[in-house]
């Protein structure tokens, strides 16, 4: 007995020492090419940067890269509103596209495994390069080969749903835009369905046949069994996607950060505006978080 | 007589009633909406594809929409020279294999030291692992660029520093670190997988004498394949596609798949032009750019595409195993 209990705490030990170990790579990495780097970024939106052959310099000049981030260029607040409400308007689409999709292909039936391959083809063509150029060229692609893709001209639904008035406008265009950005919507949900699938399908059958003994029709089953277990995983998702959409390389105001680097102001500028950007990420993130947990069920 | 018809009546009802019936409905809707959305998944694919084997003359012509009339390989062959795809693709290929093969190995490990150790501190690098994820890159584009441009780990390095830039190290260093392009994903990704696995497992090799790491090793690692073969997937995947780092840390010089590429329009439209004034105008519309770019773009994903299909078995198989799940 004895024995155990000491062979236990060296174990104990061991492990904890062991945890150091297998995570000292991140936290040395963390801090020398991610803390550093970002240290100087702040530093550096307080500065003008002169780049010389020994190195570089920096001069003080207070607050004045922001203030020309947010009142003399007008563009960059304007870019940023734009950029948070086009991701606001998406992210309910995608992370409905995208739970919806996951119970889907969660379902047994023909083919199941060659649409799985399909559905996460866009994680893999469109990411970096390609998927930049790849939504300038989209429009051609589709006008080329699809005259007919939706069975209804959008402009003339709009104006048809529009008159009827029994919807408010706003709504009719955001339903139109959603509708819209269908093709844009399916190809970024890819990584977003793959974690939804993951977590459908650790939910036990058990807890199924359990709704259907007592009487629960698939609706029901679906909002009280399927949604509060995978509720945690909306957190994951939502996250992902804000992230992913705030900071990809098709986003005007990632464009407009880096080639501030090489305008007037240089440097300084433009890490101004990331610090700025940054900071409305983290604000959105922790309200979104905030606002989501409540809601969130967590069983284990 | 009557009997007969009500028999009739009833097989007929019956008939309808297994068509209408509510999971045939629902099975007949779910195919539709399957196909629906491959088919917006897949148009821009095989869009690209025909359009690569038609000559300029089917481009502009609109009775002509998938099967090319005039097949030819020119384009191919202009966007092969134009992006010295061999050469390139060399570059891209061992580039990417490195880095995706050491990004593997690091998450895998702090993966598995956030899941099975308990620690003090573990949660705050949990935390700041996901912090790395949500710092958009480009906020320390600049700043990253200077610390491997300078490299002195603080002053630790005599002289002013080394000079990293236009050498693998940046890669390199932020792949064994973790810390390279959405790591923080990879990491929990194989944190969620670790955790997952039954601790009983991990005891009966611990009983045995097995150290640390080899338990890691020969025990746990041969069951986390499934997580393995995801991350893999998504590192080489994006290492492969990206051109901001690229550019950064190796200048550019244009040695890499995704900075020909990007070129590729230009380049192609100026050779052209440059030849013949003829056919200048001609060429230099949007549909022969678009053309242009997509052939290339072909190119540029066919090997992960091969990837893809050859890993494609593990890959929906792992879905279901790899529980990645918050």
Not at chain 1, 178 to 200: D, H, K, M, W, Y
Not at chain 2, 78 to 95: I, Q, S
């Amino acid at each position: 007995m004895k024995l155990s209990n000491k062979f236990r705490i060296t174990v104990e030990n061991r492990k904890k020492i062991g945890g150091y170990l297998f995570t000292l790579p991140f936290v040395l990495g963390f801090v020398f090419l991610f803390v550093y780097p970002f240290m100087q970024s702040v530093v550096f939106s307080f500065n003008r940067l002169v780049l010389d052959s020994n190195g570089y310099t920096l001069e003080f000049v207070g607050l004045s890269n922001y203030i020309y981030a947010l009142m003399e260029n007008t563009d960059f607040v304007e870019t940023l509103t734009e950029t948070l409400l086009n991701m606001l308007a998406e992210l309910p689409v995608i992370l409905g596209f995208s739970l919806f999709a996951a119970v889907i292909l969660n379902q047994k039936f023909k083919g199941r495994t060659l649409a799985r391959v399909i559905f996460f083809l866009p994680v893999i063509y469109g990411a970096g390069v390609v998927l930049k150029m790849e939504q300038n060229d989209y429009v051609t692609q589709l006008m080329r080969h699809s005259d007919n893709l939706f069975m209804f001209s959008g402009d003339a639904l709009r104006s048809l749903l529009s008159s009827v008035r029994v919807v408010p406008d706003w709504m009719v265009n955001y339903v139109m835009d959603a509708v819209e950005n269908i093709p844009t919507v399916i190809r970024s949900s890819g990584i977003q369905i793959l974690v939804f699938l993951a977590g459908l399908q650790s939910i036990s059958p058990e807890v199924y046949e359990a709704a259907k003994v007592e009487g629960a029709t698939g609706w029901e089953s679906f909002w009280l069994v399927t949604f509060p277990m995978i509720s945690p995983l909306i957190i994951t998702n939502t996250v992902y996607t804000i992230v992913d959409s705030l900071t990809s390389a098709t986003n005007p105001l990632v464009d407009m950060i880096k080639n501030a680097t090489i305008s007037s102001r240089g440097y300084g500028a433009s890490t101004a505006m990331s610090t700025i950007y940054f900071l409305v990420i983290a604000i959105i993130l922790g309200i979104v978080f905030k606002l989501i947990s409540k809601y969130i069920v967590y069983t284990d | 007589m009557e009997i007969a018809a009500k028999k009739e009546n009833s097989k007929f009802v019956d008939f309808w009633k297994k068509i209408f019936n509510r999971s045939t409905v629902y099975s007949i809707f779910r195919a539709i909406l399957l196909l629906g959305i491959s088919y917006i998944i897949l148009l821009p694919l095989l869009s690209k594809i025909s359009g690569s084997f038609m000559s300029v003359r089917d481009l502009y012509d609109q009775t002509v929409k998938w099967i090319p009339r005039n097949f030819t390989l020119e384009h191919y062959d202009m966007v092969w020279r134009n992006m010295k795809y061999p050469v390139t693709f060399k570059n891209t290929f061992l580039l990417t294999l490195t880095v995706s093969v050491l990004q593997l190995a690091s998450c895998t490990v702090i993966g598995y030291g956030l899941a099975r150790f308990n620690f003090k501190g573990k949660n705050i690098i949990f935390a700041l692992i996901i912090l790395t994820l949500v710092v958009p890159p480009q906020m320390i584009l600049t700043p990253m660029y200077l610390n491997f441009r300078f490299f002195d780990l603080f002053g630790l390095l005599p002289n002013g520093g080394l000079n990293l830039i236009g050498t693998y190290w940046p890669f390199i260093l932020t792949s064994i670190t973790g810390n390279g392009l959405k790591n923080g994903l990879f990491i929990y990704i194989m944190r969620q997988f670790f955790r997952g696995m039954p601790l009983e497992l991990e005891e009966a090799a611990y009983i045995d004498g097995a150290g640390l790491l080899r338990t890691f090793l020969y025990v746990m690692l041969p069951g986390a394949v499934p997580a393995l073969v995801i991350v893999f997937l998504f590192a080489f995947v994006w290492q492969w596609n990206d051109y901001i780092f690229i550019t950064l840390f190796m200048g550019g010089s244009g040695m890499f798949l995704p900075q020909v590429l990007e070129l590729l329009a230009n380049n192609v439209i100026q050779e052209i032009v440059g030849r013949t004034d003829t056919a200048a105008t001609k060429l230099e519309g949007d549909q022969f750019t678009s053309l242009i770019n997509n052939t290339g773009m072909l190119l540029v994903i066919a090997p992960l595409l091969i990837l893809y299909t050859f890993m494609q078995k593990y890959f929906i198989e792992s879905v279901s195993r790899s529980g990645i799940v918050g």
